[in-house]
């Protein structure tokens, strides 16, 4: 069963909505691989003008990994590449990425959303970086360019839950709004780009990677998760199979 639902709007605006709305969009590798066919697909589109990522229940962006898939060794070590590829994906899109934090957005959907150029919080957002909690060494890449580097270290050392509300006060969201408009809200912020001109917004982009350095941090931060889950303690995930 597919785990994704496209919409492509006439104005060249590309809806990508995570469908597992049983397990709030936990990502499996089944998923994970859908996500790397399709964003390598819309990348090519010299036509898009932006993606914007969501969901297909408000519940959810995205609760993290699926803990209960079962995984030996190899293909959790084939997962974390998945993942791996999932953030270089994100980080490296050409047209600008819309995230839209609705409900639960916790590990890998926190990562997706610090990935995106903007993102749009519904008022039932719990955002959440638990890298300290699980040992894996992720999180930094992506958060401390939106945040500073004190409030980093901060949020994925203790792990908390950030609401909507601090995460406007931290500059994180372009837009706040209700859970059930979030999405309506995210085209709409996309639409305010449709009309410039999409290379110069490509342009711009490829010099915020440059000028943040994010492409090196995200490349060497993903090094570390595969490293960690290939000789480390691994993903705690009660579906591992010794």
Do not use: W
């Not at 792990?159 to 837009?175: H, I, S, W």
């Not at 009309?195 to 000028?211: I, M, Q, T």
């Amino acid at each position: 069963m597919a785990a994704l639902t496209r919409e492509r709007l006439d104005d060249d605006i590309e809806v990508l909505r995570l469908d597992r709305p049983e397990v709030r969009n936990a990502m499996d590798s089944a998923m994970l691989a859908e996500l790397d066919a399709v964003l390598a697909e819309l990348a090519l589109d010299e036509t898009l003008k932006a993606l914007v990522v969501s969901t297909t229940n408000e519940r959810a962006l995205c609760a993290g990994a699926d803990v209960s898939e079962q995984l030996d060794h190899e293909a959790g070590v084939a997962r974390m590449e998945a993942f791996a590829r999932l953030y270089a994906a994100i980080e490296a899109f050409p047209a600008p990425t819309i995230a839209v934090c609705v409900g639960n957005v916790v590990g890998a959907g926190a990562e997706v959303a610090a990935g995106c150029d903007l993102r749009v919080g519904g008022d039932n957002l719990k955002l959440v970086f638990p890298g300290a909690k699980l040992g894996v060494p992720v999180g930094p890449a992506r958060l401390v360019p939106l945040v500073g580097l004190s409030k980093a270290r901060e949020l994925i050392m203790t792990g908390r839950v950030v609401a909507v509300d601090e995460a406007e006060a931290l500059g994180l969201l372009a837009r706040r709004t209700t859970a059930a408009d979030a999405e309506a809200e995210a085209i709409a912020l996309a639409r305010e780009l449709t009309p410039y001109p999409a290379a110069g917004l490509r342009h711009l982009k490829d010099l915020f990677r440059e000028y943040e350095g994010t492409k090196y941090r995200v490349a060497r931060e993903n090094a570390e998760i595969v490293e960690f889950q290939r000789t480390g303690g691994g993903l705690p995930y009660g579906g591992v199979k010794k």
